[in-house]
């Protein structure tokens, strides 16, 4: 199994992010709403401690 890349899906979603940040429509203001959260989200979830056993890194 191929090993997750953090910085891969950091760039990503900081691209995404760019693409949608002035939304022309309602479904690009959605989308980049959407964007947001994952991003607080992942930003927390990065610097949270996790268990061994834990599937996030």
């Not at 939304?23 to 979830?45: H, Q, T, W």
Request: net charge negative; proline share 2%.
């Amino acid at each position: 199994m191929k090993k997750f890349n953090e910085d891969k899906f950091a760039a990503y979603l900081y691209q995404l992010t760019k693409n949608f940040e002035n939304p022309s429509n309602d479904y690009d203001e959605g989308a980049y709403e959407v964007l947001g959260r994952i991003c607080k989200a992942f930003d927390a979830a990065h610097y949270e401690e996790h268990d061994e056993d834990s599937n996030i890194n």
